[in-house]
């Protein structure tokens, strides 16, 4: 037996985040399997948090795995299923999706012979094995590769690239079947630590938890490296994602979401932006937490589920908004490289709220490709 064995794969890019991203023919079957093989490729466990043995980040936005195969969706040309790998634990999530890989799932697909070009314009209808639901995406494609010069900027990452357009599909109830796990815009949570806390739980692309900065000591404004620096807030996010995932479905025993379930719910901490003369005028700001990591650019679908929420009466991130005029399915997020902007179409029922979808525009680029090896 060698002492390594070789998988092809691709590095990608896909909006803020990377991956690497699996055909699913060349992985064995099963998690039990395929869980070894993610985390040594990446480099985790690494106590360090510097995946110096992998090709991890030391992030979770850096620290991530796509599986392409053929659909089994009917109006789907590919499935996608994402697993996000935690840097420092090496635990394994496939609950939830993420929005930036997603990105660069069309493009993967049609260099890899998967689908088609469509002449100038290539679209793609990916399902979501973790969700469950539809992406539709659409990118230029020049010569029947994926598009990769262009003038669209994407905060939070350098340059500037073509623009690939993403639109969620039925998005609401992606982790727990229902927009509002427990049926109301607004709970309360208790924290040993803090007490009573007003929080909303929304499940559109992504569960997430939403909570104004104030009500945890907070401004709303610290960078991504001073909230890593805050060990009380870094607690406090920790105990209000754990009560969340338990209070919204996701898990039953608190002990599982600090041990199983480590990625989920997103955390957002809310505040209502400076106003802008002259300028973009964000609807909030927002700073992200996944995996106990501050993020320094919003996750795409913690931003998509803000646009969501912002459209329900009653929920914190619609009282923690600055109305502007015009339409009111533009969403602009602030978060700590920039601007997100974010359109989401929601009906208001009787019976309640149907999230449609949720368009954002996003940047992705192939970086390399060939074989990652694994410790046999």
Known sequence: MKPQRAIPCVYMRGGTSRALFFHEHDLPLGADNRDPIFCAALGSPDPYERPLDGMGGGITSLSKVA????????????????????????????????????????????????????????????????????IRARFKTVGG???????????????????????????????????LPTGRAREHLTLASLGEVE??????????????????????????????????????????????????????????????????????????????RGGTQPHVVVRMISSGQPHKASPLTGAMCLAIAAQIDGTVVAQVRVPQSGDERRFIVAHASGLLPVAALVDRLESGYDAKEAIVYRTARRLMDGRVYIPN
């Open 67 to 134: 599986v392409i195969g053929p659909p089994t969706h009917p109006d789907a040309q590919v499935d996608y299923t994402f697993v996000q790998v935690d840097p420092r634990r090496g635990s394994i999530g496939y609950r939830g999706n993420c929005g930036n890989i997603s990105a660069a799932v069309g493009p993967f697909a049609l260099e890899e012979g998967l689908v088609d070009a469509n002449s100038e314009e290539t679209n793609i209808v990916i399902h979501n094995t973790n969700t469950k639901k539809l």
């Open 145 to 179: 590769y994926a598009a990769v010069r262009g003038d669209f900027r994407l905060d939070g990452v350098a340059g500037s690239g073509s623009s690939i357009e993403l639109a969620f599909l039925d998005p609401g109830g992606a982790a727990t079947g229902k927009l």
């Open 199 to 276: 929080v909303s739980l929304v499940d559109a692309c992504n569960p997430v938890v939403m909570v104004e900065a104030q009500a945890l000591g907070l401004t709303g404004v610290e960078t991504p490296a001073e909230l890593a620096a805050n060990s009380r807030a870094l607690a406090l996010f920790e105990e209000l994602r754990v009560q969340a995932a338990v209070a919204m479905g996701l898990v039953t025993d608190p002990a599982d979401a600090r041990t199983k379930l480590t990625n989920l719910p997103l955390v957002a901490v809310l505040s209502k932006p400076a106003i802008v």
